[in-house]
């Protein structure tokens, strides 16, 4: 499962900050997590609670952001919200358009102790 090994990753992300930091245990981590990054949710969560077991994240505090997905489009210059890769622009249906937000999958947070 694709996101059990970005669990997995994010673990390995903690386990190296405790250490790094003379700490023992997380007791807080803020995920930041992209409309457009492809990740379902509840997969997520759901590998997050097998993956975190006996780790330093195992009594950690949850904080997720969603990232909402905007794009511009290359061709008219449109700021849209797109849910979906590859969604067109909605004023002139061009499919180039550059992705500004929403492809973020990041720990943008970790309190240690
Ligand atoms: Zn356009």
């Known amino acids: 499962m694709h996101e059990l090994s970005i669990v997995l990753g994010i673990v390995d992300i903690a386990a190296s900050t405790v250490q790094k930091a003379n700490a023992h245990k997380v007791d807080r981590i803020e995920l930041e997590i992209g409309e457009l990054a492809g990740i379902e949710t509840d997969a997520l969560l759901f590998a997050w609670d097998t993956a975190i077991k006996n780790t330093v994240l195992a009594r950690a505090k949850r904080d997720i952001h969603?990232?909402?997905?905007?794009?511009?489009?290359?061709?008219?210059?449109?700021?849209?919200?797109?849910?979906?890769?590859?969604?067109?622009?909605?004023?002139?249906?061009?499919?180039?358009?550059?992705?500004i937000q929403g492809r973020e999958l990041k720990v943008k947070a970790l309190t240690v102790s």
């Open 66 to 99: 969603y990232v909402p997905g905007k794009a511009r489009c290359l061709d008219c210059g449109e700021l849209f919200d797109m849910h979906q890769l590859y969604d067109p622009c909605p004023k002139c249906n061009n499919y180039l358009n550059e992705i």
